[in-house]
């Protein structure tokens, strides 16, 4: 089912995880609603900007695939509504920013990216209609507000 020109259900809810230790990970409506709306309001948009294709790492996950891989039950991925993306030649922190400056998103993350390496990490974004345009670096112990590791070099 395509949930926008670019992105399909199959692809919101794949999970190699799910698919290794049996775990199912369909949506129910709701669920698939609001990865619509993620689809077409943020993936869309970053999809012909950058004019690449890419299929996210992570989106919708179910609580028990969810709690399998250790996140927080408070999770957006359980209710379709975040991605973990990475665009291919595109740096996490150009992403991250371009995204920053021309979307609305309720959160935006960028995880684990180290300024030493500038194809680290991934960008997780959100979205939920009422945004808060929060924006948040995080390095795997430490969460902090903006867009840190963005001093290059």
Known sequence: MKLSPHFTLEEMTKSSVA???????????????????????????????????FSPSSAY????LN??????????????????IEVPGVRN????????GNLEFDQLVLEYYSVTDSASGWVHVSYVGKNRNEVLSFNGTVWELGLKGSEEI
């Open 19 to 53: 698919l290794r230790r049996g775990i199912e990970n369909e949506p129910g409506s709701i669920e698939v609603g609001n990865l619509r709306n993620l689809c077409s309001d943020v993936l869309e948009p970053i999809r012909c900007h950058f004019d690449i294709p």
């Open 61 to 64: 996950r179910s609580l028990v």
């Open 67 to 84: 709690n399998e891989i250790g996140s927080s039950s408070s999770s957006q991925h359980i209710k379709g509504e975040a991605a973990d």
């Open 93 to 100: 922190m150009d992403l991250a920013r371009w995204i920053s």
